[in-house]
């Protein structure tokens, strides 16, 4: 037996492996982090009319998200009441009601059980319909967008929940009127690794930036500003386990999107400067860009937002969304789109480079020695401070502060409750 806290050391900076390969470690997690936190599910543009509806999973628990033909979203947990059969099979589509495919319950867009065969001639009538609605999962909210679900009923509003990261939220999402839309659908796939090492490396990882990814750097197909400018590059951790990794502003277009390579990107950003200083004022100009990770394991870049489904411990399936700006013109959003996918989708040069890391940390970490050797995140230790421009506790340079405090919300809520050992 190992006790829970002593896998986390936070002031000396050092994490278990276990973290990363135990299967007993993982049961928890689904419980006391996944059923408790707030979990991103869908964007609202994906869910434009009455009875639109997308598939999404909080933890393994399949979720179906639903606008019900009052304009209402709910979340369900996507499964029948009866003998737990999917209620919904289907990735997207519009429905009034979902019939179970088993035996044939069916229930309302908003979730209430509307039709049992053999009601009458084999139930009698004494099904209690009521109760039998599908599971609700217990929060449901949205910032700029972004729908959020939580199973914990007595777990904090939304707002209070993200805290800050709305700040960059809104650096991100509603530089220009109407906000942002999905394009192109969900890219969905799998890798061996660990959940945590995809949040972790957007929550505070910079570092890794012009090693990893120096092939894409040195033919020029990724912007060499980090290396140029490394004294503008700061990142920055958040209560509640959040963090961003970013680059002081102000906005470097010609740097980020050369007209040269990418002008219908190049063209919008200049002719959208001036609405987009309207709507996020001082802050417009404080950073250049953001990547980050809101606890547990949405993580977000310039125009993807991805989710790290959990899928035991040594595996994750990847949900990764585009999004643009709903105001941009087609080939503008088309460019996006294409800018998003040769860098951030599964044959994307910056997402393989990184994919590489972490299935390869993970698997190198399941030996049983290799497990008594734990990772070092001393980089910055001690180092971190406020900031008047940024909200948050910022370092200069690459750091991972971030990660720490990543890991140390991981501790409080594992901790949580009543049983904290785990087995080796
Ligand atoms: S499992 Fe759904 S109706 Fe039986
Ligand atoms: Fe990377």
């Not at 009127?177 to 969905?188: A, I, R």
């Not at 700061?234 to 040269?260: C, W």
């Not at 502060?401 to 409750?417: Q, T, V």
Request: proline letters at 5%.
């Amino acid at each position: 037996m190992v006790d829970i806290q002593d896998l986390v050391d936070v002031k000396r900076g050092l994490v278990s492996r276990e973290l990363f390969v135990n299967e007993e470690l993982y049961e928890q997690e689904l419980e006391k982090i996944f059923a408790k936190s707030w979990c991103f599910l869908a964007h609202e543009s994906q869910l434009p009319n009455p009875g639109d509806f997308v598939a999404a999973y909080i933890g393994e628990d399949p979720v179906l998200v639903v606008r019900d033909s009052r304009g209402k979203i709910n979340a369900f947990l996507n499964t029948c009441r009866h003998r737990g059969m999917r209620v919904c099979r289907a990735d997207a589509g519009n429905a009034a009601a979902f019939t179970c495919t088993y035996h044939g319950w069916t229930y309302g867009n908003d979730g209430k059980l509307v039709g049992v065969p053999g009601y009458k001639e084999y139930y009698y009538e004494e099904l209690d319909m009521e109760q039998w609605g599908l599971v609700s999962v217990a929060q449901v909210d949205s910032y700029k967008g972004m729908i959020f679900g939580c199973f914990d009923p007595s777990a904090p509003a939304l707002p209070e929940y993200l805290g800050d990261m709305t700040w960059f939220l809104d650096y991100l999402m509603d530089r220009s009127e109407g906000g942002v839309e999905v394009v192109g659908g969900v890219f969905k796939w799998e890798m061996p690794c660990n959940w945590k090492f995809a949040a972790d490396n957007f929550v505070g990882d910079s570092y890794h930036f012009p090693i990893t990814h120096i092939s894409a750097l040195k033919t020029g197909f990724n912007s060499q500003s980090i290396i140029r400018n490394p004294t503008r590059s700061l990142q920055i951790s958040h209560p509640g386990g959040h963090g961003v990794i970013s680059q002081r502003g102000p906005l470097n277009i010609e740097n980020r999107f050369p007209a040269e390579g990418w002008p219908e990107i190049n063209a919008y950003y200049q002719q959208m400067l001036p609405e987009r200083a309207k709507r996020l004022g001082d802050k417009a100009d404080t950073l250049d860009w953001t990547v980050g990770t809101i606890f547990p394991n949405l993580s977000f870049e310039s125009f993807t937002f991805r989710v790290w489904h959990p899928r035991g411990p040594q595996k994750i399936e990847v949900w990764s969304w585009c999004f643009v700006d709903k105001a941009a013109p087609p080939e503008a959003k088309r460019a996006m789109h294409l800018f998003h996918q040769r860098r951030f989708s599964s044959s994307g040069t910056l997402e393989q480079d990184d994919g590489e890391n972490w299935n390869m940390t993970t698997s190198s970490s399941n030996g049983r020695v290799a497990r008594r050797h734990p990772f070092n995140y001393q980089l910055q230790l001690g180092y971190e401070r406020y900031d008047e421009n940024v909200p948050g506790v910022i370092a200069d340079g690459p750091s991972e502060h971030s990660a720490r405090g990543f890991y140390r919300r991981w501790l409080e809520l594992m901790s949580a409750g009543e049983s904290a050992d785990i087995r080796r």
